[in-house]
């Protein structure tokens, strides 16, 4: 007696096997119809994109090295098509191009390592990869004008990432062994990774921009009118900070030190370490070394005498302040500290006039208070005729004013300060 169930199970089972079989025919015939589309004239580049991402979703497909093959000469189509463009003195899609061109290695890679598993028999016999690497090759110096269009567009990721793909193409697995016309360390790959380190540093990627900046330093350095190795140093330290690394900081700091010795940057940013680790002798010995050899340069004057004055060493603070500003004369920053280096010894000297109970005494030194703000007053004065909202040099002259008896002029100060102007 004949089961009708077991027959009914057979039929179905039958009957999805026949949907399975089809559906995988049905994406194989969808890579031959993209393929078939490539061929045309001109090819339907959108339809045959909408054919083969239906084949590389489907897991009948998704894993033969023809799908991702497939894939990658579609968007290397793409790019042939508006180089032609170009070729024939017409404006390429430049976003149509350089957004195939981003595919293309995606799409390859995956192809390359397919194509080169073993088959049944345990040997490797690749069918695509010949092509792939010509079709790579071909395209390499475009990740450079993709770049250049995305950094201009102000897209720096996408800029990064394709000239990071122009460095990283001869280091692909599937290239090993390979020479190329332009390899690491030539002048050009110097260039496109300096350009890579720059889009890191606008995205912002910190960590990126410093491993390419950090490949630079170490490369064998080419001289060229694009970047110094005296920039690459001083952007890794910008970059150093940006992260958060003080470790990493310091260290290109001194490295850049020890080659560029003259430079103020790294001679000044010695000078920031030592007082930010409280090495104040330290600093001090730096500062004088750096004087010199640059016995010209304000700022050295100015730093020496603003740490003199912090550690309450006020002749020399005076002694280098008035070095700098005869130098400098209208620079404001050197005006301010050697306004307020007298102004904070009037204060302190008028603190001491009221703890001393002999009149006579605390009368002279009180007088001696008056004759330090006295010579704190045109140092602010200047200040305040270059910058009349500069809040230090209004709450100071409020201040002087008033303990000097000019009364117009302490008014005037008043109302600005009152007005949200002045503040300690």
């Known amino acids: 007696m004949i089961n009708k169930f077991n027959v009914m199970k057979k039929f179905i089972f039958t009957a999805v096997l026949c949907f399975l079989v089809t559906l995988s025919f049905g994406q194989k015939k969808n890579v031959s119809a993209a393929k078939n589309e490539l061929n045309s004239n001109p090819p339907n580049i959108t339809e045959a994109r909408s054919l083969i991402n239906e084949a590389l979703k489907n897991p009948e497909t998704a894993n033969d090295a023809e799908t991702w093959y497939v894939a990658g000469r579609i968007e290397s189509k793409q790019v042939d098509g508006e180089k032609t463009l170009e070729i024939l003195g017409k404006q390429p899609n430049e976003e149509v191009m350089y957004g195939a061109l981003e595919k293309i290695i995606p799409y390859f890679t995956k192809a390359a390592e397919l194509d080169q598993l073993p088959d049944a028999k345990g040997k490797v016999k690749p069918k695509f990869l010949k092509d792939i690497r010509a079709i790579i090759r071909a395209n390499r110096s475009s990740y450079i004008n993709a770049g250049v269009f995305d950094f201009n567009k102000q897209n720096f990721q996408r800029a990064y990432e394709n000239f990071k793909a122009f460095g990283d193409i001869p280091d692909m697995d599937m290239f090993k062994g390979e020479k190329w016309d332009i390899a690491k360390g030539d002048t050009t790959d110097l260039q496109i990774r300096f350009y890579?380190?720059?889009?890191?540093?606008?995205?912002?990627?910190?960590?990126?921009?410093?491993?390419?900046?950090?490949?630079?330093?170490?490369?064998?350095?080419?001289?060229?009118?694009?970047?110094?190795?005296?920039?690459?140093?001083?952007?890794?330290?910008?970059?150093?900070?940006?992260?958060?690394?003080?470790?990493?900081?310091?260290?290109?700091?001194?490295?850049?030190?020890?080659?560029?010795?003259?430079?103020?940057?790294?001679?000044?940013?010695?000078?920031?370490?030592?007082?930010?680790?409280?090495?104040?002798?330290?600093?001090?010995?730096?500062?004088?070394?750096?004087?010199?050899?640059?016995?010209?340069?304000?700022?050295?004057?100015?730093?020496?005498?603003?740490?003199?004055?912090?550690?309450?060493?006020?002749?020399?603070?005076?002694?280098?302040?008035?070095?700098?500003?005869?130098?400098?004369?209208?620079?404001?920053?050197?005006?301010?500290?050697?306004?307020?280096?007298?102004?904070?010894?009037?204060?302190?000297?008028?603190?001491?006039?009221?703890?001393?109970?002999?009149?006579?005494?605390?009368?002279?030194?009180?007088?001696?208070?008056?004759?330090?703000?006295?010579?704190?007053?045109?140092?602010?004065?200047?200040?305040?005729?270059k910058d009349a909202t500069n809040k230090d040099a209004i709450f100071a002259l409020r201040t002087i004013y008033y303990n000097l008896d000019m009364g117009p002029q302490y008014v005037k100060m008043d109302a600005l300060f009152s007005n949200g102007n002045g503040g300690e």
């Open 196 to 385: 890579s380190a720059t889009a890191a540093a606008r995205i912002p990627n910190h960590h990126a921009a410093i491993a390419a900046y950090e490949s630079l330093k170490n490369s064998t350095y080419v001289k060229n009118e694009l970047f110094t190795e005296n920039d690459i140093y001083r952007e890794l330290a910008r970059e150093y900070l940006q992260a958060d690394d003080s470790a990493g900081y310091e260290k290109i700091i001194k490295e850049g030190f020890a080659k560029f010795p003259n430079e103020d940057f790294y001679r000044l940013s010695m000078i920031n370490l030592s007082i930010s680790s409280g090495k104040t002798d330290e600093a001090v010995a730096n500062l004088e070394d750096a004087i010199k050899q640059t016995p010209d340069n304000a700022q050295l004057y100015a730093v020496l005498g603003q740490l003199y004055s912090e550690n309450k060493n006020s002749d020399a603070a005076i002694k280098n302040l008035q070095k700098a500003l005869e130098l400098d004369p209208d620079n404001v920053s050197f005006l301010s500290e050697l306004g307020r280096t007298y102004f904070n010894l009037g204060v302190e000297k008028r603190k001491n006039a009221d703890e001393i109970s002999d009149a006579a005494q605390s009368k002279a030194a009180a007088q001696d208070a008056l004759n330090y703000y006295k010579l704190s007053m045109p140092y602010f004065e200047k200040v305040f005729e």
